[in-house]
Each structure stands twice: as C-alpha cells, then as structure tokens.
C-alpha cells in the first residue's frame, strides 16, 4: 500500500528544536518534490516547505531561516529540521509527495500522510 508516515512530532517549550521525518513506502516508483504542510486548529492547511528531486527549496516566510527541509533519496525519506520554535508553529505537521506510483503510470499523483502533533508551549 502506498503511503507516507510521519514521526517526530511532539511537545517542546518556545526556542526549542525538533526534527520530522516523513518516511515514503518503498513501493512508489518515482519520487518528485515533496513538501511539509501544517494546519493549525481553526485555519486552513498551509504550506512550510518544498523540495524538489534536485533538492532546490522554497520556504514559507514565516519559517525562513528557522526550518530547514531536506530528503535522502537512497531511503525515500523527507526531513524537518524546526529550531526557534514559537506557539505560533503548533500544528499538525503533514508530508506531501508528488508521486509516480508504478511503472507506466501517465501521471503522478499527490499523496499525504497522517500527519503529526506538534506543540510549542511558553
């Protein structure tokens, strides 16, 4: 089954650092960019951060220069590196790939995990 998973998610004070990791199964045939995305309780879903398959970035401007988004091709696996964590990043935190899933498939489709806590507290 193809899917993503998300861990690292968690409680920490206000300036603290954490790390997510967004595993992707081993089944899907093409990884292209992939991305975090958040939504905090009453908002919308929005975007944190991208990568594409060449590793060029773009960033939210509120995460800039406190976030930081990588992935290791070799293991399917998409990073988050959160330092200078404020209230204001509380929220499930979702991974997102743009996928070409088998072999032969026309298109890519846009796949998304479960999604992790994080809680910044003062």
């Known amino acids: 089954q193809v899917q993503l998973v998300e861990s690292g998610g968690g409680l920490v004070q206000a300036g603290g650092s954490l790390r997510l990791s967004c595993a992707a199964s081993?089944?899907?045939?093409?990884?292209?960019?992939m991305g975090w995305y958040r939504q905090a309780p009453g908002k919308q879903r929005e975007l944190v951060a991208t990568?594409?398959?060449?590793?060029?970035?773009n960033y939210a401007d509120s995460v800039k220069g406190r976030f930081t988004i990588s992935r290791d091709n070799s293991k399917n696996t998409l990073y988050l590196q959160m330092s200078s964590l404020q209230r204001e990043d509380t929220a499930v935190y979702y991974c997102?790939?743009?996928?070409?899933?088998?072999?032969?498939?026309?298109?890519?489709?846009?796949?998304w995990g479960q999604g992790t806590q994080v809680t910044v507290s003062s």
């Open positions: 997102n790939a743009d996928a070409v899933l088998y072999y032969g498939a026309k298109l890519s489709s846009s796949i």
């Open positions: 081993r089944s899907i045939y093409r990884i292209n960019a």
């Open positions: 990568i594409s398959s060449g590793g060029s970035t």
